[in-house]
């Protein structure tokens, strides 16, 4: 059974770093586009970042361009989202997904597999 488990989230205060995981069982990451997806409440899921299966390519929203990394690590089928400098407006339930064509990286709608999310809060 394919499945995607997100870890790492948590509260922070502004300026300070978290690092999400997804690991993934059932399928090999590394043949999928893996992104990363972000919903607040009241508003629409998001995308923020994506890794690529054929080179590694990476993509990023301007809204986090400069402070999140998304790396990959194949031996442990885990992609992963370091996030610095975080910000208030950074507080949502975040979500990695999985897509076998990669053809449009920070668009949830492309996405097949997702896990359940796990929540970061930016406080003071």
């Known amino acids: 059974q394919l499945q995607l488990v997100e870890s790492g989230g948590g509260l922070v205060q502004p300026g300070g770093s978290l690092r999400l995981s997804c690991a993934a069982s059932?399928?090999?990451?590394?043949?999928?586009?893996i992104g990363w997806f972000r919903q607040a409440p009241g508003k629409e899921r998001e995308g923020v970042s994506c890794?690529?299966?054929?080179?590694?390519?990476?993509y990023y929203a301007d809204s986090v361009k400069g402070r999140f990394t998304i790396s990959r690590d194949n031996a442990k089928n885990t992609v992963y989202l370091q996030m610095n400098s975080l910000k208030p407006e950074d507080t949502a339930v975040y979500y990695c997904?999985?897509?076998?064509?990669?053809?449009?990286?920070?668009?949830?709608?492309?996405?097949?597999?997702w896990g359940q999310g796990t929540q970061v809060t930016v406080s003071s």
């Open positions: 997904a999985a897509d076998p064509t990669g053809s449009a990286p920070l668009d949830p709608y492309e996405y097949d597999y």
């Open positions: 890794i690529s299966s054929s080179d590694g390519s990476t």
């Open positions: 059932g399928f090999t990451l590394d043949y999928y586009a």
